[in-house]
């Protein structure tokens, strides 16, 4: 009987040895693949951080103002100026629709350039 019983006490204990075995070398193998995460992580980070410098480069304001310049011939330089309300046509009254409109915009003789400015009326 104390032969059978040692001989279970043995078999159990390599059994716990065994379990343990493949407990550890599971904790290994996630061990590299948490090692292996990290670096494609940082690698990651890395390329954002190249990508997020050049996007900043590319939509610099200043760069699509020289962009706008040369290659569609715009400029920041407004077309008309209205200076005041006087300037614009009335609302005609009553029922009657709008069908054109014009507007003169006085010039200052000095200057040849036509600027143009938004009016905004506030509610």
Request: hydrophobic share 50%.
């Amino acid at each position: 009987m104390i032969r059978v019983m040692n001989f279970f006490c043995l078999a159990l204990a390599a059994l716990s040895c065994l379990a343990l075995y493949h407990v550890s070398e599971q904790t290994r193998v996630a061990h590299v693949r948490l090692a292996n995460v990290g670096r494609q992580i940082a690698a990651e980070n890395t390329s954002m951080s190249v990508l997020e410098a050049e996007w900043s480069r590319v939509a610099a304001p200043a760069r699509i103002q020289k962009l706008a310049e040369t290659q569609l011939g715009l400029s920041d330089q407004p077309a008309v100026e209205l200076s005041s309300l006087e300037v614009l046509p009335e609302r005609p009254l009553g029922n009657s629709e709008l069908r054109n409109a014009d507007a003169v915009a006085p010039i200052a003789p000095q200057d040849s350039r036509i600027r143009l400015a938004a009016v905004h009326i506030g509610n």
